[in-house]
């Protein structure tokens, strides 16, 4: 935790210093958008905004087609790529084309979809209320799943005149398929196959800074962030950080960071690449979120968000009800890594089960939690058993 304050210290005293900083030549995509990022690499890139039904805009971004893909007209299988928590959109193309998932569904003929959640960097916009407003964060991952996927799943079938898609989703991408898919029967079947990759679900034996800022009371969340947003740092402060993790000796500093959030293994990563990652990890998320998977933590039960004393008027219930994953009858796929220390294996062991209409699972001994969306392997270990699956499900 020292570690964090340390370097979170030295990138506030580097947005306030006038001094140039200096490191190893940067790469050009830190200060991209998501469109911007698409584009550098010569892919068609369109962007949208999707409202949900309790008002929030969200932005999608899509890869219509790739570069190296032979048809490049004409109608496409569709697939939803969903980011997890504090990660924004970005995370599924700053890697290179060849090693960013984004980019190798394009190529191998899929039309890409990739959702920003709602708080994040580039879904911030509400028809009636601002950022500053804390009824703006009124919302946790529940609200996600309950309102934005089937919002986004809806619009892009309309868009694409298509009648399904797969969707892929990482860490708390995957909770809120799981959350929609066992609330709304009707939208599960307009999904060709879930894919899970380090699904969140209780969080059981999670280590690292994450499952300690869960696991602080209440009133010390509350103290930090107060009621609205959860965040670090802000988007200039990562832009810094960014810089400062290309300087030698700090950049060590940044692995042991990441590492702490989400078990980062530099082997396995594109370390040439380490400003990307800085400028966009970690992003943002309402208070009421983190909330929300601290009650999971705690109680190591997947519920609805625990009101208290006012769970009779909401719920009618004295406790919040649980998520009933057992009712998904979507084709389900599950990948997780033996070195998660978010996703742990115990946890994965009691998802498997719950998991009625599992048709794949893959567990990769050396993987962390990043490595399902940045880790160098990933054509060997994921893409392989993922096209195989997606083409025997479509």
């Excluded at 569904?105 to 899929?110: H, R």
């Excluded at 990759?197 to 800022?213: Q, R």
């Excluded at 978010?342 to 939690?369: C, E, Q």
């Amino acid at each position: 935790m020292w570690l964090v304050l340390a370097v979170m210290c030295l990138i506030q005293q580097a947005v306030t210093s006038e001094e140039p900083i200096k490191g190893r030549r940067l790469n050009p995509q830190y200060l991209m958008n998501i469109s911007q990022i698409i584009q550098y690499w010569g892919y068609p890139s369109e962007e949208y905004e999707i409202l949900t039904a309790d008002g929030y805009y969200l932005r999608a971004n899509r890869i219509p087609n790739g570069i190296h893909s032979l048809e490049k007209t004409g109608p496409k299988p569709v697939v939803l790529l969903v980011p997890g928590l504090v990660v924004e959109g970005r995370c599924w193309v700053i890697n290179l084309p060849s090693n960013s998932l984004g980019f190798v569904l394009a190529d191998a003929g899929y039309d890409v979809w990739i959702i920003n959640n709602r708080g994040t960097t580039w879904s911030r916009r509400h028809q009636n209320l601002t950022t500053d407003q804390e009824e703006f964060w009124d919302f946790s991952f529940h609200e996600m799943g309950i309102y934005d996927i089937p919002a986004t799943i809806n619009f892009i079938l309309q868009k694409t005149k298509q009648d399904s898609l797969y969707y892929i989703g990482h860490s708390q991408g995957a909770a809120l398929g799981l959350i929609s898919f066992s609330t709304f029967p009707q939208l599960a079947q307009k999904i060709n196959l879930l894919i899970c990759f380090g699904p969140a679900y209780t969080l059981e034996d999670s280590k690292g800074i994450s499952n300690y800022i869960l696991r602080l009371p209440y009133k010390v969340k509350q103290f930090l962030w107060g009621n609205k947003e959860f965040r670090f740092l802000s988007n200039r402060q990562k832009n810094i950080s960014a810089i400062l993790c290309t300087l030698p000796g700090i950049d060590n500093l940044c692995i042991q960071i990441y590492y702490s959030f989400v078990g980062f293994n530099e082997n396995n990563i594109n370390m040439s690449r380490i400003d990307l990652y800085s400028a966009t990890f970690p992003d943002f998320a309402s208070v009421k979120t983190i909330f929300h998977w601290s009650q999971v933590v705690e109680s190591n039960e997947f519920k609805y968000f625990d009101y208290g004393n006012k769970n009779r008027a909401v719920y009618n219930m004295i406790k919040p009800p649980f998520y009933n994953i057992g009712d998904i009858t979507v084709p389900t796929a599950v990948w997780s890594g033996g070195n998660d220390i978010i996703v742990r294996p115990k946890d994965i062991d009691r998802l498997l089960p719950r998991l009625t209409n599992l048709v794949f699972h893959k567990y990769i001994p050396s993987w962390d939690h990043a490595d399902f969306i940045w880790g160098l392997d990933a054509p060997k270990y994921l893409y392989g058993d993922l096209f195989q699956l997606m083409k025997k499900y479509r």
